[in-house]
């Protein structure tokens, strides 16, 4: 009798993920938005490998997320390592995150199946805008399903809960124009919650104990956002996380800004040069879609005997 697995590795693991989704953001000169700073490029190895144990294992899916573009980022596929008895495909996942999804059909004992790719990663540094009093708060009838998402709660983001609502008002209700709004949330947060390492607990604990890291600091600034009706959402990049914040010109065009939430003081523009893993905090693996993500896990199926993978992304050595 075949034995069936099913295994799910949890989003903290911090999986490589980047989204293709271009919202207008911001260009390169823009006067309007963000302007792109001084880039870098790194190498990144991204993907799974699958061996077996225990009998041979069959119909094994493996899926992981994968980098793409951003714009403040360009993703360039260096090089392939696809075993022949692997079928890769990909798909977006919620507008926002890339999924391959790696289909074998047999894996013998001993035998490694492999699906990676080497991704040139350009990152760019962003520049704050030199004016911002001229930024608006959004027009809700006029946010696109791509941004409207980023106003609702979602996984350690508990936008609506009473408290942070309350808070939120607290903290902004004496600013008047959308930009100084949002510092108050920064300066806010970066007075009143302590930096503290450990595992993830969201938005509300992070308000409750005034402790929390980088997840805890980011979601309450996310969290703070939302509940005035600002779209807000989560960046990852290898060992860490920033929010973003959206906010519209007089011409009523959206443009997406980010803050360090932690460590150096960073409101609009961010020296990070780190590449982005992934953007948004609320992702349904459609392999099991009963569940919200704050980050898009990596999963296993399949039958027999024990597999073995590795879900690989690694930095490779600059050349």
């Known amino acids: 009798m075949l034995t069936r697995f099913r295994l799910i590795f949890g989003a903290l693991a911090a999986p490589l993920v980047l989204t293709s989704v271009a919202l207008a953001q911001f260009q390169k000169g823009d006067p309007d938005g963000s302007k792109l700073g001084d880039s870098s490029v790194q190498r990144w190895k991204a993907g799974v490998i699958v061996t077996a144990s225990g009998g041979p294992c069959q119909n094994i899916v493996a899926t992981t997320p994968i980098p793409v573009d951003w714009p403040e980022q360009e993703v360039k596929v260096a090089e392939e390592d696809i075993s022949r008895s692997a079928r890769v495909t990909y798909q977006m996942i919620e507008?926002?995150?890339?999924q391959m999804t790696v289909t074998i059909s047999r894996v013998m004992p001993g035998e490694e199946v492999k699906a990676l790719v080497t991704l040139e990663i350009r990152r760019s540094k962003i520049l704050p805008p030199e004016n911002t009093d001229r930024y608006v708060l959004p027009d809700l009838?006029?946010?696109?399903?791509?941004?409207?998402?980023?106003?609702?709660?979602?996984?350690?983001?508990?936008?609506r809960n009473p408290k942070i609502v309350a808070r939120a008002k607290e903290i902004s209700g004496s600013e008047t124009g959308a930009w100084a709004k949002c510092e108050s949330f920064y300066k806010w947060i970066h007075s009143h919650v302590k930096y503290q390492n450990g595992p993830i607990k969201g938005a509300l604990a992070a308000l409750r104990d005034g402790t929390g890291d980088c997840e805890e600091m980011t979601c309450l600034f996310i969290a703070?956002?939302?509940a005035i009706n600002i779209p807000a959402r989560t960046v990852h990049v290898p060992g860490h996380c920033y929010p973003e914040f959206y906010l519209c010109d007089e011409n009523g065009t959206g443009h997406w800004f980010p803050c360090e939430a932690t460590n150096s003081p960073a409101f609009g523009g961010i020296e990070e040069t780190r590449p982005v893993l992934e953007k948004g905090d609320n992702f349904?693996?459609?392999?099991?879609?009963?569940?919200?993500?704050?980050?898009?896990p990596e999963t296993l199926t399949g039958s027999g005997g024990k597999p073995q993978v590795r879900f690989v992304r690694d930095l490779l050595p600059a050349t």
């Open 141 to 159: 009838k006029k946010l696109t399903g791509k941004v409207r998402p980023y106003l609702s709660s979602s996984p350690y983001i508990e936008s």
């Open 284 to 296: 349904r693996d459609p392999r099991d879609p009963k569940k919200r993500h704050h980050y898009l």
């Open 224 to 226: 703070f956002c939302r």
């Open 95 to 98: 507008g926002g995150v890339k």
